[in-house]
Every structure is written in C-alpha cells, then in structure tokens.
C-alpha cells in the first residue's frame, strides 16, 4: 500500500506536468516541467522525500531498462544515420563533456551554498 501512495504521488506531479505543458506553449518537454515541480515541492517540504524515496529508488533501478526501446531505435535506424555518423558521433562526445562540465559545476555551487546556509 505504501508503494502505491508513492506512485501516485509521483503520477500526480506527472499529470500535473502535462497539464503544465498543454497550457504553457513553450518547447519544453513535460518531463522537465514535473522534475521542476518535484524538485520545488521536495525543496518545500510540500511533499517530504520519505513519502516518495523507496518508489524513486525503484524508478532509478530499473532506469538501464528503459535505455534499451532507445537503443533498438538506434540500431533500426542505423541505415538512414549512415551518411552523418562521424558529425553525430563528434556532436554526442562534445555535449557529453559539456553537459559533465555544466553538471559538475551546478553541484559546485549547489553544495558551496547548502554550506553556506546552513550554518
């Protein structure tokens, strides 16, 4: 029982976000939109983390999975990427370093300003 509350804890922030996304006409995923909202009502404490922890932690278990209908798709459509597969690769390796960097930087500075704070 407890896991289903969770899961529909976390299937409302899911619908709201696609509430969010058919009135908001911005090219924004709704995805985005619920990782925003989840993280402003866990940084509220609107929702506590223990009322959706054990459920998050299942979701991102099972996360390798849901790489794989992607990586099919790849493979499928190997054919039609043939022609551009040097520019995609070149294009994959620079935004990997530059989301890692980007990444890395905002934990930075998130983590400087939990300490600072909470002191």
């Given at each position: 029982m407890?896991?289903?509350?969770q899961l529909?804890?976390?299937?409302a922030?899911?619908?709201l976000?696609?509430?969010?996304?058919y009135?908001?006409?911005?090219?924004?995923?709704?995805?985005?939109?619920?990782?925003?909202?989840?993280?402003?009502?866990?940084?509220?404490?609107?929702?506590?983390?223990?009322?959706?922890?054990?459920?998050?932690?299942?979701?991102?278990?099972?996360?390798?999975?849901?790489?794989?209908?992607?990586?099919?798709?790849?493979?499928?459509?190997?054919?039609?990427?043939?022609?551009?597969?040097?520019?995609?690769?070149?294009?994959?390796?620079i935004?990997?370093?530059?989301?890692?960097?980007?990444?890395?930087?905002?934990?930075?500075?998130?983590?400087?300003?939990?300490?600072?704070?909470?002191?």
């Amino acid at each position: 029982m407890k896991s289903l509350h969770q899961l529909s804890i976390i299937f409302a922030i899911t619908f709201l976000a696609e509430i969010i996304k058919y009135f908001v006409p911005l090219p924004i995923p709704s995805s985005i939109y619920g990782m925003l909202l989840l993280l402003i009502a866990l940084q509220t404490d609107w929702i506590p983390l223990a009322k959706i922890k054990d459920t998050g932690n299942f979701f991102i278990e099972i996360m390798p999975i849901m790489f794989i209908p992607a990586s099919v798709g790849l493979l499928v459509s190997f054919n039609e990427l043939e022609g551009i597969f040097i520019p995609v690769i070149i294009t994959i390796i620079i935004t990997t370093f530059i989301v890692s960097a980007v990444t890395g930087v905002v934990s930075q500075w998130i983590i400087r300003f939990e300490r600072r704070h909470s002191r």
